[in-house]
């Protein structure tokens, strides 16, 4: 699919709305585009996590198909599934979930155990991945709020929940394979 995109400033959104992929007309703060602004914003982060990952490392091609996958879960969204255009859209289907799974596996399979609960941190990239972590676990959140009033690809939550292990899992990679993680100390009881 070939896109151009000739004008930026269109004026189209300055009353706080904005269109979907069938040009339907919905307000900025709808959920659908809730999800949509939390999977641009993990994209966001997802490049600068590519932007931190060392030169010549293994998971540089990985977190472009990342960033790609995410913007087919923007087109699956921004097109309704009972919309009018909803048996024209590209659906994102389970292959991708199962990419992201033998992806988890791969990483975590050269792993050192996990001796605790690993804080966010270690190297920049590390820490970039757990943020990224965590607005994947945002977006899983609005996703679930909009599957509550609409009918929304099941595949696409699959692939948020695993999205979130990938970058645990790839947080741990950055850390020497878990051997540098910053592990969880509770604060003893006499120093609260």
Not at 160 to 185: E, P
Request: charged share 25%; proline share 5%; hydrophobic share 40%.
């Amino acid at each position: 699919m070939s896109i151009r995109i000739d004008k930026i400033v269109t004026r189209g959104g300055d009353g706080g709305h904005t269109s979907l992929g069938d040009g339907s007309r919905v307000t900025k703060d709808q959920v659908r585009i809730e999800v949509l602004g939390t999977l641009d914003e993990i994209n966001a982060l997802v490049g600068l996590v590519q932007a931190y990952t060392p030169a010549g490392d293994s998971v540089a091609h990985q977190l472009t198909a990342v960033q790609n996958l995410l913007f087919d879960m923007g087109a699956d969204i921004c097109l309704p599934e009972d919309g009018p255009m909803a048996e024209r859209a590209h659906r994102v289907e389970e292959a991708a979930l199962l990419v992201i799974e033998r992806r988890i596996e791969e990483l975590r399979v050269l792993q050192s155990p996990i001796a605790g609960f690993v804080l966010p941190g270690g190297s920049v990239p590390a820490a970039m991945a757990h943020m990224t972590r965590t607005q994947v676990r945002r977006a899983e959140r609005r996703m679930v709020a909009l599957a509550r009033e609409e009918r929304v690809n099941p595949v696409l939550l699959k692939i948020l929940n695993r999205l979130s292990d990938y970058f645990f899992v790839l947080a741990r990679h950055f850390n020497h394979d878990g051997q540098t993680d910053v592990v969880w100390q509770p604060v003893p009881k006499d120093e609260k």
